[in-house]
């Protein structure tokens, strides 16, 4: 066995084997029995994060889980470029997939056959045996392994009901066959729902287990290929950064791979290009785009001296930055822990069907055994004692039990589709139910998260439509986002003039002439350096926009200062009636934003939310989240950028816009589709619908089980009615199910126009 070193403080371990959350809650209970040792195990991410406080080795840590019947190791190294591709292609649903597919193809017919006289051909049970018996030894199995380590360590859950049911009624049928009469040419199951005693031996049950096998299996598939997305962000996070880079050493530019990347290296990034590593401007000034870091789409102006994070876009000029952190060390990473620590310590969802078989099976279990007690104490035959005791444990076989998770799931998240809400799993609808605060992040997601016109303000005898000309002339010349919002804007009033000398002030603004004019557009210092200051009217306005948190662009020409133009990301239409609608669902609204504290007051204002928190890195959104939830507060996270990803991780519910980065799509719990944050009203509302419905099922499915328990105990359990039964059962789980097809969206197909922007710009 592998040498282990003494336990640190924070361990993680890899744990195999867990089919459900009971399993995940038992490796729990094991570890934390442990002296000094506290442990939280993460059925979705299949780890444990333990925090030793004494002596304990990782390798005790080790011999715990597996002495629980589970396995456990140390988190591999990572992966390197080369080796990562086959890995992260493995898909680890392939072997359940087909193990489904095939249970499938064989059930059907077998469950068509017992439930329809007409099939039943001469010697049609043989033909059933033969299909039912691959589905349940080889297709069952997982359930089977699971039972039996189940049964080790004294516990029970759903896997046991379903292995004990399914092999019970299996295990009968193949008596009935050859020992009984059930294996006569021309036996049938006659379509008779009476109440009576008979003998056993001469009914099978191959239906019930076949039919359960598959209609688990299918639940356990879904649950598979969600659980599979949970290491997805961390994937995405790290591919954000650069590849290589371009270095300078001895005087020239070598390109290498970015792990070759030193510190104290100095590195050249070119317009458009990623930053490689976390370092300082030492040559160069340019804007750089943070959103990843700050979620703002306003470039922050860099030069010389100033400090840039790895992966941040350069969307200006040519710099050269010097090192500081690379690897582990930088913000990339750091938020790329952030994420998994919030997904590794989530509170877990157990499942309910799993809480209530806790409970369930010991008792029929304990029936069953009372039942062959009864009937041998009684002078009763010992095939009528053995007829009534396996029948209880086939009539406790979960048939809609296994179809009321799955198919609910699948109904809602269908329905969801439809809507543009992707669900990404059935542990995701418990937390819906709690959720009392809405943690709103400001731009792309209350915002358009793209930089717009807002207003113009011109001196005494300019017009605007000139002044927006002109300026979008000289702007469309920048690939800067202010630049490319007034460009978009003059385009959209009028034809652009032509430009010549035009020139790009680093750090200022532009200058360019137009119509023998020579024309500035940039920051109001631009103009002032140049001798043309904003006289005090054309001032005030800039102080009014700076207030709110927007960007005033001043435009001179001939020497003179002729206008502002204010710049902003603009309030989404829809924002405020999204709002209003949280509210009624008994929600309360928060903000939260890496902007300024007078930009996000201004935001909120206009939508109607009260509590702000702005000016907040990535792992300070954590804490605030965190903060809430350590207040009382069930807390939903709707986001959209690589900042909010360790957040919405963190959260109860995340949500994530669509529109929005790969990274904070896979570390959310629902995808919002359409860039509207109505969409997360219909998505809290379908997802407690939905939930609601699977209550329900659950309820009717159990229902059914212990109301048909007396009959069987009492020998009175006849095939067809426990058949149809069943089906019945079945088919009202079906049934309440389908009705989430006719959940309603609430939101309205109507533009709600902002009068400033349309003002301004129509688009």
Known sequence: MTDFAPAPTHIELEIGGMTCASCANRVERKLNKLDGVTASVNYATEKARVEVAGDVTAEQLVDTVEQAGYTAQLPA????????????????????????????????????????????FTNWQWLSLTLAAPVVVWG?????????????????????????????AFAWSVYALFWGSAGTPGMTHPFELTIARMDGTANIYLEAAAGVTTFILAGRYFEARSKRRAGAALRALLEMGAKDVAVRRDGREIRIPVEQLAVRDEFVVRPGEKIAADGVVVEGASAVDESMLTGESVPVEVSPGTQVTGATVNVGGRIVVRTERTGADTQLAQMARLVEDAQTGKAKAQRLADRISGIFVPVVIALAVATLGFWLGTGGSVAAAFTAAVAVLIIACPCAL????PMALMVGTGRGAQLGILIKGPEVLESTRRIDTVVLDKTGTVTTGVMALLDIATAPGESENDLLR??????????????????????????????????????????????GHTVLVGRPRLLTDRGAPLPDALDQVRLDAEAQGRTAIAVAWDGIARGVLVVADAVKPTSAEAIRQL????????????????????????????????????????????????GGKVVAMVGDGVNDAAALATADLGLAMGTGTDVAIEASDLTLVRGDLRAAVDAIRLSRRTLRTIKGNLFWAFAYNVAALPLAAAGLLNPMLAGAAMAFSSAFVVGNSLRLRRFRSTAVDTTHPNPVTDKVVSR
Do not use: C, Y
């Open 140 to 168: 069952a199995w997982p359930f089977h392994l699971a039972a039996w380590t189940n049964l080790k360590h004294g516990t029970a859950t759903m896997d046991t009901l379903v292995s004990m049911g399914t092999l019970a």
């Open 77 to 120: 190294p990572p992966a390197t470029q080369d080796d990562a591709g086959p890995v992260a292609d493995a898909d680890p649903t392939a072997t359940l997939r087909r193990r489904l597919l095939v249970s499938l193809v064989l059930s059907v017919p077998v469950i068509a056959m017992a439930m329809i006289p007409a099939l039943q």
């Open 470 to 515: 002109i300026a979008g002339a000289v702007e469309h010349g920048s690939e800067h986002p202010i630049a490319r919002a007034i460009a978009a804007a003059a385009a959209d009033r009028s034809t652009l003039p032509g430009v010549t000398d035009f020139a790009n002030i680093e750090g200022l603004g532009v200058e360019g002439t137009v119509d």
């Open 583 to 630: 509210r009624e669902l008994g929600l309360t609204p928060v903000i939260l934003t890496g902007d300024n504290e007078a930009a996000a007051r201004a935001v909120a204002a206009q939508v109607g939310v009260d509590d702000v928190i702005a000016e907040v890195l990535p792992q300070e959104k954590v804490e605030a989240v965190a903060r809430l939830q350590r």
């Open 402 to 405: 296994g179809l009321a998770t």
